[in-house]
C-alpha cells in the first residue's frame, strides 16, 4: 500500500513524539495535550462514522471557536471526511446555499440555532456543539476510535466557499496535498520548531486561522496559546511566554495603540506574521518603533494557501509580499496569459503543488481560473522586480478586505437592488482605521421612491452576514458611468473618500 498522504497521519506522527507535552492552553491552563489528540480525535471520528460520516461526504460546520472545534476538525481529516467552515457570522439565507450546495451528511451547528438549521439541512444529521462542549456531537460517544483514513494526495480534505464576483459562493477544493505541501513549506522557511509558542488569536474558519496557524503549531509540535477573541492587553501579556503571533492588519493596528507594547513586552517573541489583507507601510513602522520587531507579511488565497512570503532572515520590504515560497513559481501576464515586462504591473498567477483541484461542482470555473498549464489566475495585480520580489499594487475586481475578510461588492449590491424602491447600488470600500476597508454603500432610487439609510440597514439584517453589511448606505439620484456605461466606482471612492472620517 502507499504512503497514507492524509494530512491528519501526519499531525498524530508528530503528537506521538510530543507526548504529554501541552498542545493548546487556554486561560493559563492546558486543555489538551499532544497525547490526547489520538484518542480523542479517533473518538470523535468514530463518533461521525455513526451519523453517516465515511471517505469523500461532507461535514458542514459552522460554531464558535473553541478546543473541541479544533479536534472536530481533526476528527473529519482522521475519518477522511470532507471539511466545510463556515463563518459564524452568515446568516441563515446564506447556510442555505452552502448546504444546498455542499450536500453534505453532517451538518454541526451552534445548539442556539438547531431548529433553524434542520429546516435547510435536508437528508442531512444536524448535530450541535456550544463553545462550553455543551451540545448533541458528544452524545453517546463510541469508545473505539475510528483508524486514520487512508488518503491519496489528491482526495478532498476541504472545501473552503470563497465568495464570487457574481454574487454565488463558490466551493474550493484543497487536498491532503495541497494542505501539506503549504504547511511543510512554511515549517521550514518560518523555523518553526517544538521550542515554539504559538498566540492564535484568529477565526479558524478560513485560511489562516485554520491551515496557516493551526497546521504550523501541529507540524512543529509547538504549544498554543488560545483565544476565542481578541484583547490587545491579554495577548500582550501573553508575550513573556510566547515565541510566534500571526494577524491581520487591524491586530497590529490595535497592539500599536497600546502603552503596554514595548521591546521589554516582546523580549521572547522571534516572529510576528501578518496577512489577509495588505499592511500599510506605517504600520509596519510604527510596530518596530515601538517593539524592535519587524513583521513578516505574506501573501497567500483561498485556493492555494500561502504563496509569497518576506524572508525570515534577509530583508522584510513594508509594502512587498516577498518571494514566491520554496516549490511554487508566479508570474506576472496581462489578461492573456502572456507575460509582461519586468517591473510592469500585470495579473499574479501561481502554480505549484498548493494551488487547488478546483471548485466544487463548477468546472466552467475552475477551467476560466486555472491555465492548461497549471497556473492559478489570481486575479491579483502585482509587479515583480528582477530579484523576484512581489509587490501587490491592485485587487481583483472591486474587493473589500474588512478586518482580514475579503467581501465581493456584487453579493451586497444584488441584496439592495432587490429592495423597493432602489435603481441600482454600487458597493465599496472606504479607508477604516480600525478594520482596513469599511463597506460603503452607494444606492440611487427609483423616481419618486423614498429610500432610507436605516431602512436599507435594516432590510440587510437577515440576509448578509454582519461583516458584509454596509457602514453607511448613502442615497443618490444616479450613479457616475463611463462612456461605456460602467460604473466608475473609483469616482466614488473619491468622492465619498472622507465620508467616514
Avoid at 498524530?12 to 492546558?30: C, D, N, R
Avoid at 484518542?39 to 470523535?44: A, Q, V
Avoid at 457574481?166 to 494542505?179: D, E, F, I
Wanted: aromatic content about 6%; glycine content about 10%.
Amino acid at each position: 500500500m502507499s504512503t497514507n498522504a492524509n494530512i491528519a497521519a501526519q499531525f498524530l506522527a508528530v503528537a506521538a513524539e510530543q507526548g504529554s507535552k501541552p498542545f493548546l492552553i487556554e486561560h493559563g491552563e492546558t486543555v489538551l495535550t499532544f497525547a490526547d489528540l489520538e484518542s480523542r480525535t479517533g473518538r470523535l471520528a468514530a463518533r461521525l462514522q455513526t451519523l453517516g460520516g465515511k471517505p469523500g461526504e461532507r461535514i458542514v460546520v459552522q460554531i464558535d471557536k473553541s478546543p473541541d472545534n479544533v479536534l472536530l476538525y481533526l476528527a473529519a481529516l482522521r475519518l477522511g471526511i470532507i471539511y466545510v467552515p463556515l463563518n459564524t457570522a452568515y446568516t441563515a439565507a446564506e447556510l442555505a446555499y452552502f448546504i444546498g450546495d455542499a450536500e453534505p451528511v453532517v451538518v454541526v451547528c451552534r445548539p442556539g440555532d438547531e431548529l433553524s438549521v434542520r429546516e435547510l439541512a435536508g437528508a442531512a444529521r444536524v448535530v450541535t456543539l456550544g463553545p462550553a462542549g455543551d451540545g448533541s456531537l458528544f452524545d453517546s460517544i463510541p469508545e473505539n476510535p475510528a483508524p486514520v483514513a487512508h488518503c491519496g494526495a489528491d482526495e478532498l480534505a476541504v472545501i473552503l466557499y470563497t465568495s464570487g464576483t457574481t454574487g454565488r459562493s463558490k466551493g474550493a477544493m484543497l487536498s491532503h496535498g495541497n494542505l501539506a505541501s503549504n504547511a511543510l513549506t512554511l515549517k521550514d522557511y518560518w523555523r518553526w520548531s517544538s521550542d515554539d509558542v504559538l498566540i492564535h488569536i484568529l477565526p479558524i474558519y478560513h485560511v489562516h486561522g485554520l491551515f496557516v496557524a493551526l497546521h504550523g503549531a501541529l507540524l512543529a509540535g509547538a504549544t498554543m496559546l488560545f483565544h476565542r477573541g481578541f484583547d490587545p492587553a491579554q495577548v500582550i501579556a501573553e508575550f513573556a511566554s510566547a515565541t510566534v503571533l500571526m494577524g491581520v492588519p487591524t491586530h497590529y493596528t490595535r497592539l500599536t495603540a497600546t502603552d503596554h507594547l514595548t521591546p521589554e513586552a516582546c523580549r521572547s517573541m522571534r516572529l510576528f506574521v501578518s496577512g489577509s489583507a495588505p499592511l500599510l507601510a506605517e504600520a509596519h513602522q510604527r510596530f518596530e518603533e515601538k517593539t524592535g520587531h519587524r513583521i513578516l507579511e505574506r501573501y497567500g488565497m483561498t485556493e492555494t494557501g500561502m504563496i509569497c512570503s518576506n524572508p525570515y532572515h534577509a530583508e522584510r520590504v513594508a509594502g512587498t509580499v516577498g518571494y514566491a515560497l520554496p516549490g511554487e513559481e508566479v508570474r506576472i501576464c496581462d489578461e492573456q496569459g502572456s507575460a509582461v515586462k519586468q517591473g510592469e504591473p500585470g495579473v499574479l498567477e501561481v502554480c505549484g503543488p498548493n494551488v487547488f483541484k478546483g471548485y466544487w461542482r463548477n468546472p466552467e470555473k475552475t477551467s476560466e481560473d486555472i491555465r492548461a498549464d497549471g497556473f492559478f489566475i489570481t486575479g491579483d495585480i502585482a509587479t515583480m522586480a528582477a530579484d523576484g520580489r512581489v509587490t501587490l499594487v491592485g485587487r481583483a475586481k472591486d474587493l473589500i478586505i474588512s478586518g482580514g475578510l475579503n467581501i465581493y461588492p456584487k453579493e451586497i449590491e444584488e441584496a439592495i437592488d432587490a429592495l423597493p424602491g432602489v435603481d441600482e447600488s454600487a458597493v465599496i470600500g472606504l479607508p477604516d482605521a480600525d478594520f482596513g476597508e469599511a463597506v460603503v454603500a452607494i444606492v440611487a432610487h427609483q423616481k419618486g421612491a423614498d429610500v432610507q439609510e436605516e431602512a436599507v440597514k435594516t432590510a440587510l439584517q437577515d440576509q448578509l452576514a454582519r461583516f458584509k453589511q454596509p457602514r453607511r448606505v448613502v442615497v443618490v439620484e444616479s450613479l457616475p458611468r463611463n462612456a461605456m456605461g460602467k460604473v466608475q466606482k473609483a469616482a466614488l471612492r473619491q468622492e465619498y473618500a472622507r465620508l467616514l472620517d
